[in-house]
Nanobody
Framework: QVQLVESGGGLAQPGGSLRLSCAAS????????ITWARQAPGKGLEWVSG????????FYADSVKGRFIISRDNAKNTVYLQMNSLKPEDTALYYC?????????????????WGQGTQVTVSS
């Protein structure tokens, strides 16, 4: 069955960095776009970053552009999110989501599977 497993979350100081990983199994990973989304306490889901199936193009929310970098290793069935210059407002539960096509999802109707999430807390 399809599985997406996030890891790499934790506590970071403002200005610090973390790298999240999303390990996938149960489908042909190289055929599908993958997206990172997050949900802060009391807030709605925010789409953060997406990457095409072959890594040829990427998308970022304005709130993370220039600070976060998404990448993927299709040989390892893994997508990464390098988060730099972290801010307290980046605190959230971070999810990875599988798109329905080679294009990364940018809306819940475009996804079909989600991971369980990894918590990121940015605080001094």
């Amino acid at each position: 069955q399809v599985q997406l497993v996030e890891s790499g979350g934790g506590l970071a100081q403002p200005g610090g960095s973390l790298r999240l990983s999303c390990a996938a199994s149960g489908f042909t990973f190289s055929n599908y776009g993958i997206t990172w989304a997050r949900q802060a306490p009391g807030k709605g889901l925010e789409w953060v970053s997406g990457i095409y199936s072959d890594g040829s193009d990427t998308f970022y929310a304005d709130s993370v552009k220039g600070r976060f970098i998404i990448s993927r290793d299709n040989a390892k069935n893994t997508v990464y999110l390098q988060m730099n210059s972290l801010k307290p407002e980046d605190t959230a539960l971070y999810y990875c989501a599988k798109g329905r096509t080679k294009v990364p999802a940018w809306g819940e109707y475009e996804t079909d599977y989600w991971g369980q999430g990894t918590q990121v807390t940015v605080s001094s």
